[in-house]
């Protein structure tokens, strides 16, 4: 078994998808004084394994649909270059999907038909973001998956499964790390516009075209210091926390000034930088939430 390709399959890089919405959720809840650790772990482990078997699934369903080439301008995809079997590929994805179900059972335990309910449209997302008879990826979904699966459904529903119930500043929370986490998949889509064009696979970018998915990047990283500033406008969030939050805001601009003016193969090093925006946004909202409480 090669190591190296393995980690190809899985992507690493796009783990702050999963990790920032879990650690935010997990957070909001701690300072609304309720929290467990064991839901706290469980969460991050489920998420962190439904991500991995999403990064399969699409491995593993593009190079069956003949989605991805030898014409490709981002990172090998081990299936399609025959680095590993398309087999192997799929039955990691299998137990990836199966491992996070299990983990989940303990949540569902917790919270309920609510939380399985959650579980099974989770699954089911991660099955039909590549594959089946509508593949969400390929009919200008993506980045709609990522705002519902990564942002409100991650930080929602791990923060009802911690407290019971929801509020509106989760609700808005979860939103901006929904919109970061559909600015990844649209640094992704806007890379593959030409190849994916080519191949049938009608994404979002495709659909608007690269003028416009750059006006869109934009938006989407930076609409988040907006719904936080006017959180606290209204009372619903201390000013330590968008203070802290915004720190962020620099490197979100950076970002959308680099995305303008790059294309191709070009915007790889920008994907990964785009999840590290996420994964800092993640960390310093989540840090500023407990440090309010104590000012």
Same mark, same amino acid.
């Given at each position: 078994?090669?190591?190296?390709?393995?980690?190809? &399959?899985? %992507?690493?890089?796009?783990?702050?998808?999963?990790?920032?919405?879990?650690?935010?959720?997990?957070?909001?809840?701690?300072?609304?004084?309720?929290?467990?650790?064991?839901?706290?772990?469980?969460?991050?482990?489920?998420?962190?394994?439904?991500?991995?078997?999403?990064?399969?699934?699409?491995?593993?369903?593009?190079?069956?649909?003949?989605?991805?080439?030898?014409? %490709?301008?981002?990172?090998?995809?081990?299936?399609?270059?025959?680095?590993?079997?398309?087999? &192997?590929?799929?039955?990691?994805?299998?137990?990836?999907?199966?491992?996070?179900?299990?983990?989940?059972?303990?949540?569902?335990f917790v919270g309920g038909w609510p939380v399985l309910a959650m579980a099974v449209f989770a699954v089911?997302?991660?099955?039909?973001?590549?594959?089946?008879?509508?593949?969400?990826?390929?009919?200008?979904?993506?980045?709609?998956?990522?705002?519902?699966?990564?942002?409100?459904?991650?930080?929602?529903?791990?923060?009802?499964?911690?407290?019971?119930?929801?509020?509106?500043?989760?609700?808005?929370?979860?939103?901006?790390l929904g919109l970061f986490n559909a600015a990844i998949m649209l640094v992704n889509n806007t890379r593959?516009?030409?190849?994916?064009?080519?191949?049938?696979?009608?994404?979002?970018?495709?659909?608007?075209?690269?003028?416009?998915?750059?006006?869109?990047?934009?938006?989407?990283?930076?609409?988040?210091?907006?719904?936080?500033?006017?959180?606290?406008?209204?009372?619903?969030?201390?000013?330590?926390?968008?203070?802290?939050?915004?720190?962020?805001?620099?490197?979100?601009?950076?970002?959308?000034?680099?995305?303008?003016?790059?294309?191709? &193969?070009?915007?790889?090093?920008?994907?990964?930088?785009?999840?590290?925006?996420?994964?800092?946004?993640?960390?310093?909202?989540?840090?500023?939430?407990?440090?309010?409480?104590?000012?």
């Amino acid at each position: 078994m090669n190591i190296k390709y393995w980690v190809m &399959a899985i %992507r690493p890089h796009t783990l702050p998808a999963a990790i920032g919405p879990l650690l935010l959720g997990n957070m909001l809840a701690y300072t609304h004084g309720h929290f467990s650790l064991w839901i706290g772990v469980s969460s991050m482990l489920c998420a962190i394994l439904l991500q991995v078997g999403v990064n399969l699934a699409n491995d593993y369903f593009d190079a069956k649909n003949g989605v991805d080439t030898d014409e %490709r301008l981002g990172p090998t995809r081990v299936t399609q270059s025959g680095l590993l079997s398309a087999n &192997a590929v799929r039955n990691a994805m299998i137990g990836s999907l199966t491992a996070a179900v299990l983990v989940g059972l303990y949540l569902i335990f917790v919270g309920g038909w609510p939380v399985l309910a959650m579980a099974v449209f989770a699954v089911t997302g991660a099955l039909c973001y590549s594959g089946g008879p509508y593949p969400m990826a390929s009919h200008g979904l993506g980045e709609v998956a990522a705002f519902i699966f990564f942002g409100l459904l991650a930080v929602v529903g791990v923060y009802y499964i911690q407290v019971g119930h929801t509020t509106l500043s989760a609700w808005l929370l979860a939103s901006t790390l929904g919109l970061f986490n559909a600015a990844i998949m649209l640094v992704n889509n806007t890379r593959d516009i030409t190849t994916d064009a080519q191949a049938g696979k009608h994404t979002l970018a495709v659909r608007i075209g690269q003028h416009n998915a750059r006006l869109l990047y934009r938006a989407l990283v930076m609409l988040p210091f907006l719904i936080l500033t006017l959180m606290w406008l209204l009372g619903g969030l201390p000013g330590m926390v968008v203070l802290l939050a915004g720190c962020a805001f620099p490197m979100a601009r950076l970002l959308a000034g680099k995305f303008a003016q790059t294309e191709g &193969a070009a915007l790889n090093p920008l994907l990964g930088r785009t999840a590290q925006l996420t994964l800092l946004y993640s960390v310093l909202l989540s840090a500023g939430l407990p440090l309010a409480q104590l000012a």
